[in-house]
């Protein structure tokens, strides 16, 4: 991580979330590999989450975690996350990553997306 970044106790990821991503990983032949997350600009309410299995980190990343289960966050999406957590959440319409960000003041019906204040 870059000097002068967001430390890594501004983003936190839950045991749940780091079960599931460990869980996904040997599930796709893939056990050492982390969840890639990150924000981009889209969706109804102008930024939405992104995840994604990734081999490594790169160079700039905010690693959370070591081993199996890690999470990597690019400096720009981190901006957007400080603060926020990562959970698994299991609920009668299915199973998902949630994440809970103090930033983002509203979100769409469909709560893909989201916007920040």
Known sequence: MPDGTTPASAFRVTERARAQIIEIAGREGRPGAGLRLSVEAGGCSGF?????????PSEEDLVVGEGPGRVF??????????GAELDWAEELIGAHFAIRNPQ??????????????
Do not use: H, I, M, N
Not at 48 to 56: K, S, V
């Open 48 to 56: 939405q989450y992104r995840f994604g299995l990734e081999d490594e």
């Open 73 to 82: 966050v690019d400096p720009v999406s981190l901006e957007l996350l400080a």
């Open 104 to 117: 983002a003041v509203s979100a769409c019906g469909c709560g893909t997306s989201f916007s920040v204040g």
